[in-house]
């Protein structure tokens, strides 16, 4: 390695001639590109904040490697290539990663008492030096491809990025000590277990009766909270907005935007996903697509290495830190590395609409300051594939376009979904990003941002991805969603009169119904099916401590809990192009049959793994070559029953 240095000419102080040329004339000097194409590159710069040379390469108009080459003569500095001759890894206790970060540099060699700094964006170096004082004036510049100096900090400063990842959230405001003195925790639990099974053995009617009684009160807080929404929805309907293009967007330079793509064991995605992201509208030169994958993922690693992305496409490799590795410390460590001002979440699986960043940077554009989140649409392309496909279609379409606009009407907390989600940079880095150990981030980012005093707005653009459609799969990922929200739940209730503060009586009431209600139904669905045998004059347990009277009540708020989840459902598709869904709805009690199994893994898991994230398999279904994608835009989250994404 030094070797190879030494062959190297000797660095050059970087210079700062009086007329130093515009970097269009060093390209067009060097023969890189014609006057035409520069002049094409100009006019779009007018619009959008970005240099000349990203909107240049990401409209394939010129190769990085020229790029850094004009840089360095416009600067009079040397151009390195850090692949070939990459960073001293001693050298990283010479500038704070956050300066690195910062200003896109890394340091590169020392000679002497100079330190050799390497950038691609050498007109931000006189600030870098600045803002390390006297060490800044031993700095020199080399210039190198951007793409490159990233992941020479990701290699230097791997061990504190990956730890600041696991850490953004403030330990009061996260789960990751819920591990914490885990053989006395299992202890506590396998006492509580035993207990109970004692009772239950030696008191059975009257264990039947209380749990009975509390999955009654549950179930009256989701049908409160699920009819209010119904209520809300149907009674203040919000037009479809104007869908924005980019003549519209006046007034204003047009924002980079970043986009967190989280990958895991993806062998037959990637190139799908391009083809789906390349359909985007919004300029490539402001659009910054990350791919995040973990530095120990051999096999999306392998199909990246295959596949050739465009230059507004990046990976970022998170490296391997523990036994922790989860979506949501890989968002946070790629975070860091992002340079939007607006931060956006997708899945691997996802088709967004063309125009949908443009609604995005529209509507921040419009909102007010305290709106930190928008929220788009989910919707699914294979609903056509299976009997599962149709109901999780149904159930996925009742939450988006009924229940979760109603919350957001009614004022209460919107619980986040894992995908389609934009926001505010200053904001979502001021709330600590995401909880690394919560397997629901989302739902748990959407209370943090309303106990913190900001707002997710739905937006109306719709993402279209793959239905679960097999019976494990759909198991493994429900019980991953109940996990994550009993432990939301858990986490924010540790003091439930600051929530209360936080929140006000109502939004608190609705954060019970929407996290510990839901949970409760799930576990304790299989009690009240058995309300059935009281309705065909069988013997239950129960009644040996309940009433008649209150055992036909709540078999009257069962029955009628179930006609109102039915009615939202039918509501929910009944618009043009999702119809064929229709006679399916009433299928869906025995679709719910398997959240009960959800629901005893998500138990077994809170005690044993509650930071295990237990992956949704995607690929296994391509788009129906003669399925109709919806016409309408559905209003945007998922039924209080189906969390995150």
Not at 171 to 180: F, Q, V
Request: hydrophobic share 45%; with cysteine; proline share 7%.
């Amino acid at each position: 390695m030094s070797n190879l240095r030494l062959k190297l000419s000797a660095p050059r102080v970087a210079t700062a001639p009086a007329q130093r040329m515009r970097l269009g004339q060093y390209l067009i000097a060097a023969g890189a590109i014609g006057p035409d194409d520069v002049l094409h590159g100009l006019a779009l710069q007018r619009r959008i904040d970005a240099p000349l040379g990203e909107v240049l390469a990401a409209e394939g108009l010129i190769s990085p490697e020229d790029i850094v080459k004009a840089l360095a003569r416009q600067y009079g500095a040397q151009p390195v290539d850090l692949i070939r001759s990459p960073s001293d890894p001693r050298l990283s206790k010479q500038i704070p990663v956050t300066i690195c970060l910062k200003f896109g540099a890394v340091p590169w060699l020392e000679l002497g008492d100079r330190l050799l700094v390497a950038t691609g964006r050498p007109g931000d170096f006189a600030q870098l030096c600045n803002a390390l004082g006297e060490r800044g004036e031993t700095l020199m510049l080399v210039v190198a491809d951007p793409q490159h100096v990233q992941a020479q900090i990701g290699k230097l400063y791997a061990a504190e990025l990956a730890h600041h990842a696991a850490t953004r959230v403030p330990a009061l405001e996260s789960c990751r000590d819920w591990g914490a003195h885990g053989r006395i925790r299992q202890s506590a639990t396998a006492a509580l277990w035993l207990t109970a099974a004692a009772l239950l053995l030696l008191f059975p009617s009257a264990v039947l009766a209380i749990a009975l009684l509390w999955g009654a009160i549950t179930l009256l807080m989701t049908s409160a909270l699920k009819a209010a929404a119904l209520w809300g929805t149907l009674n203040h309907p919000r037009p479809p907005p104007a869908q924005p293009n980019l003549r519209d967007l006046k007034g204003f330079r047009l924002p980079r935007v970043s986009v967190l793509v989280p990958l895991l064991r993806e062998k037959e995605i990637a190139q799908a996903l391009i083809a789906r992201l390349s359909r985007l509208t919004y300029p490539k030169s402001l659009l910054e697509v990350v791919l995040v994958l973990e530095a120990s993922d051999k096999v999306t690693r392998n199909t990246i290495e295959r596949t050739s992305l465009p230059p507004w496409i990046t990976v970022i490799e998170v490296p391997d830190a523990g036994v922790l590795k989860t979506k949501p410390r890989a968002l946070n460590y790629a975070l860091d590395f992002c340079r939007g001002s607006i931060i956006g979440v997708w899945d691997a699986e996802d088709a967004p609409e063309p125009d949908q960043i443009e609604q995005v940077v529209t509507r921040f554009q419009n909102a007010p300051n305290n709106i930190a989140c928008l929220q788009g649409v989910l919707d699914f392309y294979n609903s056509r594939s299976n009997w599962m496909a149709r109901c999780f279609t149904i159930e996925y379409a009742t939450w988006w376009r009924v229940i979760l606009p109603g919350i957001a009407r009614l004022g209460l907390v919107v619980p986040l979904g894992g995908t389609t989600l934009f926001f505010r940079r200053d904001i979502l880095e001021r709330l600590g990003a995401w909880d690394a150990h919560n397997v629901t981030e989302d739902a748990d980012l959407g209370l943090r941002l309303a106990r913190h005093g900001y707002a997710t707005e739905l937006l109306p653009t719709v993402t279209f991805e793959e239905a679960n459609c097999r019976p494990w799969p759909w198991v493994r990922q429900r019980s991953r969603w109940l996990k994550g929200y009993l432990i939301t739940w858990c986490v924010h209730m540790r003091r439930p009169r600051a929530l209360l503060n936080d929140l006000g009586l109502i939004r608190f009431l609705g954060v019970q119904a929407t996290f510990l209600a839901t949970f409760s139904q799930f576990v304790l669905a299989p009690l009240l099916w058995s309300l059935w045998l009281s309705y065909f004059g069988l013997y239950h347990p129960v009644t040996d401590f309940l009433s008649s009277t209150l055992m036909t009540a709540i078999f009257t708020l069962f029955i009628l809990s179930e006609m109102l989840n039915l009615c939202a459902s039918a509501i929910a598709v009944s618009k043009s192009g999702y119809r064929h869904l229709l006679p399916w709805v009433i299928t869906l009690p025995l679709y719910f049959t398997l959240g009960a199994i959800s629901a005893a893994k998500a138990l077994y898991e809170l005690n044993r793994s509650p930071h295990y994230w237990d992956k949704t398999a995607h690929g296994h279904a391509l788009p129906q070559g003669g399925q109709r994608k919806p016409k309408t835009h559905p209003r945007a989250g998922p039924l209080p029953a189906s969390i995150g994404s």
